[in-house]
């Protein structure tokens, strides 16, 4: 794969990069493939390098000690990853584990180097200081839904944010997404089972149509009405 130092401009942390700044980092990166099911790094790991999904999907999840995952995130083409060992001074691990969801590139540059550069470009510090926020941010809306809303709504509320993070329009117009129902389990805080029984309620209203490790919107604003728990009929 031949990447060009503007490439790295659809990394929202390297929006306000210059033509020069992108040459460097794309000379400190090392370019690393896998393939589906196979792992970036693993929770606990020390955090030496951060990574740019330049091709394929993955996703962050964290493990108990009784070993019950939660899958975090799913990250997409030109979102960063495992940026924690830029922004800490002093030697950190990750906190998650990053699994390809798909046969995956990613371009890995060294944290120390990065946290070398936010020391003279400020544009850099504050762009992932937004990135993280927006994080931090999720993280509360998932955790107050997790305390305080019933399971249909928060396995809806998943479901739109994987559309924003990853839904792709089809030809009829409507949102393809593919991930597992275990993944959507683990994101809504739930049970397999009950996430099987509500698609499939779903789908016989006709908001969704669901396949192997897919499912189709087909009517997402009734999906926003269950999300929002709006009066109107679905």
């Known amino acids: 794969m031949n990447l060009h130092p503007t490439d790295l401009r659809r990394v929202s942390v390297f929006q306000n990069a210059t033509d020069d700044d992108l040459s460097l980092l794309l000379n400190r990166g090392i370019l690393r493939s896998i393939e589906e099911g196979e792992f970036f790094f693993f929770q606990g790991d020390p955090a030496k390098y951060l990574y740019i999904l330049v091709s394929g999907r993955a996703k962050l ?7 019950q995952q939660v899958n975090l995130r799913t990250i997409n083409e030109w979102q960063m990853f495992g940026a ?7 030697e950190v691990t990750y906190p998650a584990t990053a699994q390809a969801l798909e046969s995956s590139s990613a371009l890995a540059i060294e944290s120390v180097f990065l946290h070398e550069m936010m020391q003279t470009r400020p544009y850099l510090s504050f762009d992932l200081m937004q990135l993280m926020t927006g994080y931090i941010q999720e993280m509360q809306s998932r955790y107050r ?17 994987l559309t924003a993070q990853m839904g792709v329009k089809n030809a009829q117009g409507h949102i393809e997404l593919a991930f597992t129902r275990q993944d959507l389990a683990e994101m809504s805080g739930t049970t397999l089972y009950t996430v099987s029984r509500t698609l499939s309620e779903w789908e016989r209203l006709g908001l969704v149509q669901t396949g192997r490790e897919r499912v ?16 109107e009929s679905r």
């Open 145 to 161: 839904e997790l305390a305080t809303e019933k399971v249909e709504r928060r396995i809806a509320r998943s479901l739109l944010r």
């Open 216 to 231: 189709v919107l087909s009517n997402p604003h009734g999906i926003v009405q269950i999300a929002e728990e709006l009066d």
């Open 84 to 90: 924690l060992g830029a922004v800490r001074e002093k």
């Open 61 to 67: 999840m964290q493990s108990s000690a009784a070993g």
